[in-house]
């Protein structure tokens, strides 16, 4: 028998104990009844990005939202909000809930597009294990004929042996998952002393999964101790299914056009969950340092960039996903025509055939043999270090004057941040907002700068308005020639004086 709990709705399925609890639970958020109950409670948690519901951020980008830190550090996912980003002020979700009941009974665009994206559509909920004769299998799932086939291979990343738990990230098809596994020591000849299983979900949207990352983390810790103990996720399924049409060949992966200006509103980027203490952005610029800014070009020329690391993966696949922020453009109209910037999270060699048939894209993978696949990528990231087989693009892995420039005006803008936030105790400032903010403004600039030049007199590039895109006149140039040709700037003229680096 299953009820219902009071506890934070990622722990709402649990099972009446019938006997002594396993230990290692996960620990339960506060939240009173009348918050899980109320949807519109879930604005503050959710947002409304339009990258969870498609691919990428798609014509017009997305606008500020605010982010919170918890007391260990930790940056919570921001709270939706229509503030100016200059303003240090955070919708509260109390206060949210009282909005959206006062007013008029005519629902605003911006409300039909959070409602919209926050229906639940978990399509598949699943159990992986290995096997020490068979290896990875699917074990359980519902539905019972979703084709699940290699989500064993995603489910648990090829050398996650070496760890005891991990998150990944990752593309089914047309859905996106997200698994956490575990690895328990047993005393059992049979398993070879040890039990690793891995729990996952399926959505169309990316954004919201982290949502169930405190659920899936408890089940599967429950699975190691209880095998076959079902029941849980079976009522978290029938909870939290999507309503898919027959055949599920409708299901929608993308904002309705006329949401976006509701989207464009209403936040700036995907939300994740953020699980190691200084947040992902922050720790992606100390990984990198300033090789970040060649990632950043490559990002938008949208290029194929595969990042390789051992296990764990979680980390990494916040990697991609800080990848995918550092192409934002808010210009309407801008980047309609190039191809998407889609991120697959982790991907293994079962995923090879689709890889091939990308135009863009950027994944990470625990498998060595990737870096042999030199067609499948156009940047290989293995560890800081950024390469390239692509005769062209390897004069944009040297940094120019002005990418150290930038590099040097964003860890300022990091230290200024982290001084206010120690002294006079900003909570609502985050790393996350600076990090989008900075690179949003900087594709803003080259993209407006280049569009004046197109509607003036005299198209033409000149050593000048290089420099008012912040680029290198020099050092940038070719990569401005590449920029010009894939955003179709096909008409503007370059100066000599750009010849002659």
């Not at 959710?46 to 997305?62: D, N, R």
């Not at 293995?382 to 004057?401: A, E, I, M, W, Y």
Request: aromatic share 8%; net charge negative; charged share 20%.
């Amino acid at each position: 028998m299953v009820e219902r709990s009071d506890r934070a709705p990622l722990l709402d399925w649990e099972e009446v104990p019938s006997a002594e609890k396993p230990g290692g639970a996960a620990p339960a958020v506060a939240h009173s009844k009348d918050r899980v109950a109320s949807p519109c409670n879930s604005r503050a948690s959710s947002g409304c990005s339009a990258p969870g519901l498609g691919w990428s951020s798609g014509p017009g980008g997305p606008t500020p939202s605010r982010s919170v830190s918890n007391a260990d550090g930790c940056g919570a996912p921001p709270a939706t909000s229509n503030t100016p980003p200059g303003k240090n002020e955070v919708l509260h979700p109390d206060n949210e809930e009282h909005l959206s009941d006062s007013g008029s009974g005519e629902v605003s665009l911006e409300d039909r597009m959070v409602k919209w994206e926050e229906k639940d559509q978990i399509v598949s909920v699943f159990v992986v294990t290995f096997n020490t004769r068979s290896g990875n299998m699917l074990e359980w799932c519902l539905p019972k004929d979703m084709d699940l086939e290699g989500v064993e291979f995603k489910a648990i990343a090829s050398g996650s042996h070496r760890v005891t738990t991990d998150f990944i990230y990752f593309r089914k098809g047309c859905y996106f998952g997200l698994a956490c596994f575990a690895n328990m020591a047993v005393e059992s000849t049979v398993e070879r002393g040890a039990r690793m299983k891995s729990v996952g979900i399926l959505s169309p949207s990316y954004t919201l999964l982290y949502r169930y990352m405190s659920f899936l983390e408890h089940q599967v810790r429950l699975q190691l101790q209880s095998p076959g103990h079902y029941s849980p996720l079976e009522a978290f399924y029938e909870d939290k299914r999507a309503l898919l049409p027959p055949g599920g060949d409708g299901v929608i992966i993308a904002c309705p056009a006329n949401a976006w200006g509701a989207a464009i509103n209403h936040s700036m980027h995907p939300e994740m969950k953020i699980t190691h203490p200084a947040g992902c952005m922050s720790q992606f610029i100390r990984f990198f340092g300033e090789q970040i800014m060649v990632l950043w070009k490559l990002a938008l020329l949208r290029r194929r960039i595969l990042i390789f690391s051992p296990p764990p993966v979680g980390v990494v696949c916040y990697r991609v996903y800080c990848c995918c922020c550092l192409a934002n453009i808010s210009i309407p109209g801008i980047g309609v025509a190039v191809p998407e910037f889609r991120p697959f999270f982790y991907v293994n060699v079962a995923d090879i055939s689709a890889l091939e048939n990308e135009l863009s894209y950027v994944a990470c993978t625990t498998e060595k043999i990737f870096e042999e696949k030199k067609d499948l990528y156009d940047a290989y990231v293995d560890n800081q270090n950024v390469k390239t087989c692509r005769d062209g693009l390897k004069p944009l892995l040297r940094l120019s004057t002005a990418d150290r420039e930038k590099y040097r005006k964003l860890t300022e803008q990091r230290q200024m941040l982290l001084y206010s936030q120690e002294e006079n105790g900003d909570c609502v400032s985050s790393e996350e907002d600076l990090f989008i903010l900075f690179f949003l403004e900087q594709n803003n600039r080259i993209f407006q700068t280049l569009s004046e030049v197109a509607g003036s007199p005299d198209p033409t590039l000149t050593q000048e308005s290089v420099r008012a895109m912040g680029l290198d006149p020099h050092g940038d140039r070719l990569f401005l020639l590449h920029l010009l040709e894939i955003y179709g700037y096909d008409t503007l003229l370059v100066s000599e004086q750009l010849c002659c680096s």
